[in-house]
């Protein structure tokens, strides 16, 4: 079930309530957070199950009143609007949780939250509150590192094992995959915000992308679980392409984004039974091949891995990001013998330099730092300099440097001719490189398309079937337009 809380007082209130049972299975009422509305119009309009909560400053709330208003006012709000659950904090004085199991028709949620950590005695916890009379255990703890989420796991797996409702999760950015995954560990069910702007708590998404996107509500412990690891800063649109894909072919898989700031080796341990591959990004994708257990001969050679597939149980790296190039390049022409120019010597670089070489192109490599420039030249028998020696005497152009994202030129527009690649993608749609290409009537292949060339590649190796392009292409154009579930 994904819960969605109601914040705001006054009619917006009623609205918000209004919209909340449109997407959620469950209303929570955060009356701490609300101020005064008209409860008889909610209790007019009911149509889901709802949750009053009023959560005090000492827990995360905004609630300073003395305990004995407190008790009031969920007892008027459980009884004017009635309630299903009223969701009071652990530790509540007894005689309190005894008066307020009245006033609502399903029970008392026992919460407990740390936004600070999570602990490591989490069981323990959890094993105390379960002793209780709740109908619903709920523990929310912060995350501050993705394993964390692990601990959350634990927790729901010994709940379910035990018959109990329960929602453990993790919060903050680092925490948002327990809240999607909550059904494929056994969770009761999961909080989720009306929309972007309205999060109750750190880390929570809209509703309608964990119920759109993630199909989170849906989830079982079949569920395969893949992701992207990256920093927390990745803005990787690949859970909306995936799961596009999923939900196209009805395979029984979700993608998620792994936050991982340093320990990228700590993220395998801790998630190397659990998942069935991932993606790797910016910036582990050097730091994790000594985590991994095999290394394909390509990514060896390139230096890089952005993809990992679990083969019988093992971890092995490839990557795709030379497929991605190279299969979309080779849509417009072959390279065989061809003049290509690169341009950037970073890792996109030299996923693409080891791709044209592989391919029999002749290859030049023009970067900021020539130094850089020169080292990869010399590994593919190719030539070097600056990005200010580009000349008009080549076939390709492919613009593998990060030059392009706020409009900037690598180069000069005057010298592009033949086939343009940018790798480079923004969010408004073309580069002004790619722009300028097709307005001199260039042969060009934009960033997304190379994106979703790599990724059909990583959806080869982790499922040995094609996927869905077309879907996937249309769901990157979408998230990237900013047209996601709100
Ligand atoms: P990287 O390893 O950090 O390399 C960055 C490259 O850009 C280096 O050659 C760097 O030159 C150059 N550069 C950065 N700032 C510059 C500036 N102000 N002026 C001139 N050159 C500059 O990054 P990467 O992983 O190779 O990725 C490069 C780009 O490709 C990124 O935008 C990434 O999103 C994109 N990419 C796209 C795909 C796709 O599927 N479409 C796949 C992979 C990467 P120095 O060596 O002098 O620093």
Redesign the pocket.
Known sequence: MICVSVTSGGSGALADFVRAQQIADLVEFRLDLMGKCDLRKIAAVKKKPVIVTCRPKSQGGSYEGSEKERLGILMDAGKSIGANFVDVEFGTAKGMIGELAGCCSQGLILSYHDFKGTPDNLPEIYRKMASSEASIVKIAVMANSINDNLKAFDVLAEAKKNGRKAAVFCMGPLGTISRILYRKFGGFMAYASLAPEKEAAPGQLAASEMKEVYRADKLDAGTMLLGVVGSQENHSSSPYMFNAAYNALKINAVHVKFPVSSDVGSFVDGFRHLVQGFAVT?PHKEAIMRFLDGIDSAAASIGAVNTVVKINGRLKGYNT?VI?GMDSLKKKASIKGKKVVIL??????KAIAYGVAAEGGSLKVL???VG?AKELAKKYGGSYGN?EDLKKDYDILIN????G?KGEM?VDEKLLKGIVVD???TKSGDTRLIQKAKALGCSTVS?HE??VA?ALGQFRMWFGKKAPEGVMMEALKSASSGNKPR
């Not at 950037?344 to 670089?349: K, Q, Y």
């Not at 593998?400 to 030059?403: D, G, I, V």
């Open positions: 910016i990001d991605g950037g010597a970073g890792g996109a670089a970067n900021r730092t850089k990005l593998c440097t990060s030059l994202m690598p790798l480079v993608y960033g190379v994106l790599q």
